[in-house]
């Protein structure tokens, strides 16, 4: 099974959200999980690389979060699964939307 987490919120200043996110993909990294990890930022930045697992993996999709949303509310459209050009069984989104 693979897991995708939003981890948007570490691209900008950390602040509750983030650091929950923060401490969330911490623990996962440190118990023996029995599922893969694909954590990913829907910002123009990017998230500093030490801020990632080792043995998770990352994608940034560079398009402003507000297109991207606007897409989702009014289309529905596009699945995360083409975004991250991957397939994930479970989507742990950390934010708002």
Known sequence: MKVGIDISPLTAQRTG???YVYELIRALASIEAKFDVLVYAL???GVRADLV????GYRRVGLPLSVIHSMWRHLGR???ESILRED??????TNFF
Do not use: L, Q
């Open 17 to 19: 959200v983030g650091t």
């Open 43 to 45: 910002s123009m930045r």
């Open 53 to 56: 697992p080792s043995g998770f």
């Open 78 to 80: 596009p699945r995360i």
């Open 88 to 93: 994930v069984d479970v989507v742990h989104a």
